[in-house]
C-alpha cells in the first residue's frame, strides 16, 4: 500500500472517531447518554441527519452555522475532528499497521476527549478513564498471545530486574500509587484539592498503556508544562497564584509527547548521564 494511501485510510478513521469524541465532550460532563438521542443542535434541538453530520465537510459548507436555526457552532467541532484525524496519521505513521497502533489511536482518542473535557469542566468523567485502562489491559492480553510485546514479566527500566506480572497491571498500580501519594502529600502540605481523583485514575490510565518509563516521562513532561504555563498566565495578569488550571489536560500533552518522542528522550537523557550504549 502506498503511503499517502494509509495516510488517507488513517485520517478517515480519525476524522470519524474525531465526530464521535464531539459528542462525547458535549455529553459525558452532562451526565448525558452517548446513544440517545441522535445528534441534536443545541440551540433549536433539531434532530441532524446524515448529511449534517459529515466530519469536517459539514462544518465549512454551512459556515460554522445550525442549518435549521442559524445558531454559530463552535470551532471546537472542526478542531476535535481534524486533530484526531491528524493524531491518527501520527499514530500510523509511527507504527505502522499492528496492534500498537489500535491500541494508542484508541487510547489517544480518549486522551483528546479528556482534554477538552477538564479543561472546560475540570472534570475527567470516570467512563473515560476506564476506557483507557481497559485498552491497556486488553492490549497485553494480544500481545501476550502474539508476543509482540514484551510484558511479561515486567522490565523495571534501569535496573536489569523483572517483575513477574504485565506490564498493564505494574503500570496501573505504580502510577496511579505515585498519583495517590502526590494528591495526599499536596493535600496536607495545601490543605486543599491540588490533584483529584479523576488524575488518578487518568495517571492510571497512563501506566496502563505506556512503558513505564515513557509514563513515568509523561508525568514529568505535564509538571513542566504546566509550570511554564502556569508562570506564563501569571505573568500576564491572566491568572493570580490561588486560580485553578486543571492538571488533565497537561497530563494528555505530557502522554502524547511521550507515546511519539519518549524513546529519543529517554535516549538523549540517558546519554547525557553518561548511560548510553546498554
Ligand atoms: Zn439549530
Redo the contacts with the bound molecule.
Sequence with gaps: MPEWLGDLIAFVYGIVVGSFLNVCIWRLPRDESLIRPGSH?P????LLRAWDLVPLFSFLVQRRK??????PISWRYFGVELLTGLYFVLTYHAFGWGIDTLAYALFGASLIAVFFIDIEHWIIPDQLSLAGIAIGLARDGVGLADGSRSAYPLPIPWTGWHLPVPQSVAGILICGGVFCAIAALSYYVFKKEGIGGGDIKLAAAVGANLALDRALLSFFLAVALGSAIGIGLILARRKTRKDYVPFGPMMVAGAVLSIFYGGRLIEMWRNYVGLGGN
Design positions: 443542535c440551540s433549536c434541538d433539531r445550525c442549518r435549521y436555526c442559524g445558531a
